[in-house]
């Protein structure tokens, strides 16, 4: 299963190599969206409110999908098809009656005959296909039945896995970032950034957008980078929600004074906790409404599914309305930070002492 990585899709798309079908996967959420966005543009140009069709892979009508490849362009070269997480595993949102194979099979005979006009984009960003490392190509092999689309993609089209970066990747990407915005940051920085901000390319966006803001165009140093940035420690947080839900009064005690080690973004500390305790609070609501992990993720734009994941499991051992009650407590304590002169570490030891306490 050959595939192609970003960088040479984008090499492809500048000489004006446009293929007619494109399958893009990958934990990097943020560069799917991306390269989907360039095929896109080079394919319709401005024109996508003519010559653009958004279908969602969940609700995927065969015989319409064939009816709209079939159909000539209007204003623009090329008419372009983009169908999201279209999932081979469960095609549809709801499968009474329905079998994955039937569906799948349809939609691959529906792909047979793609005329030279048509561009088809398969994009995944809702939900995480199963894979396995080639250790001699570094590549992802699809394990699922997504397999069988991707590999027909990479016969007949482009399949494009977009892997999370490593962070001297990262860490070049940052400093072009920065020197497009007129600053400057080292590699050295740059790498000290990616791996505070744990490879997520959303947070070390906003990150970037924060740091330029403060230094001016100035040079980005360590020094200013450690004081606005808070290193992530989210399996840490995780423990401390974890703790707090199943009353463990030591462990959420050791998990706060792991975090509280970082004394100089203290304040930030609780941001993260406050962070961890709406996750639970969405899936809490989320499951009272009979909603599953992948809509809690969708529906709030989450990267990593496992915060998701983790928040589901975490929350089911407490009530909405001690959750409630823990929220209103986090929020009080960010009014008494902000407002007083208090000792960080007392308060938000009062702050876990105080949501321990709650009932459900």
């Known amino acids: 299963m050959p595939?192609?990585?970003?960088?040479?899709i984008k090499a492809q798309l500048k000489k004006g190599e446009l293929k007619n079908l494109y399958y893009i996967f990958g934990k990097n959420i943020p560069e799917v969206e991306k390269i989907t966005k360039?095929?896109?543009?080079?394919?319709?140009?401005?024109?996508?409110?003519?010559a653009l069709n958004k279908l969602d892979g969940r609700y995927l009508d065969t015989s319409e999908l064939y009816d709209m490849i079939q159909m000539m362009p209007m204003m623009a070269e090329h008419?372009?098809?983009?169908?999201?997480?279209?999932?081979?595993?469960k095609p549809r949102e709801n499968m009474a009656g329905l079998r994955a194979d039937d569906l799948n099979k349809k939609l691959m005979e529906a792909l047979k005959d793609i005329p030279p006009q048509t561009v088809v984009i398969f994009n995944v960003t809702g939900f995480e296909i199963a894979v396995k490392a080639d250790f001699k190509t570094g590549k992802s092999i699809i394990k699922d039945k997504n397999k069988k689309l991707a590999d027909y993609a990479a016969k007949c089209g482009e399949l494009v896995e977009c892997a999370i970066k490593t962070e001297a990747e990262l860490a070049k990407d940052i400093a072009a970032s920065v020197s497009a915005r007129g600053g400057l940051i080292s590699l050295d920085t740059a790498r000290e950034l990616a791996e505070m901000c744990q490879s997520d390319t959303l947070t070390i966006k906003n990150e970037i957008d924060?740091?330029?803001?403060?230094?001016?165009?100035?040079?980005?140093?360590?020094?200013?980078?450690?004081n606005l940035v808070h290193r992530?420690?989210?399996?840490?947080?995780f423990k401390l929600a974890d703790a707090v839900a199943a009353f463990n009064r030591?462990?959420?005690?050791?998990?706060?004074d792991e975090l509280m080690q970082d004394k100089e973004n203290r304040g930030a500390v609780l941001a993260n906790i406050?962070?961890?305790?709406?996750?639970?609070?969405?899936?809490?609501?989320?499951?009272?409404c009979g909603k599953q992990i992948i809509d809690v993720k969708n529906d709030f734009g989450y990267v990593w599914e496992f915060k998701v994941k983790n928040a589901f499991r975490d929350s089911s051992r407490m009530s909405i309305r001690r959750l409630r009650e823990c929220i209103g407590i986090l929020r009080d304590?960010?009014?008494?930070?902000n407002s007083g002169g208090g000792d960080e570490k007392i308060i938000l030891e009062q702050t876990v002492t105080k949501m321990l306490m709650t009932k459900n």
């Open 3 to 8: 595939q192609t990585d970003p960088k040479s």
């Open 38 to 50: 360039f095929i896109i543009r080079e394919a319709v140009g401005d024109n996508e409110e003519f």
């Open 79 to 89: 008419n372009c098809i983009l169908i999201n997480d279209y999932n081979c595993e």
């Open 210 to 226: 924060k740091l330029c803001s403060y230094a001016q165009k100035n040079e980005i140093t360590p020094e200013i980078l450690h």
């Open 232 to 237: 992530q420690s989210d399996v840490t947080f």
């Open 250 to 256: 030591r462990a959420a005690f050791d998990a706060l």
């Open 274 to 288: 406050t962070a961890s305790f709406v996750d639970m609070y969405r899936a809490a609501c989320a499951r009272k």
């Open 333 to 337: 304590t960010n009014v008494k930070l």
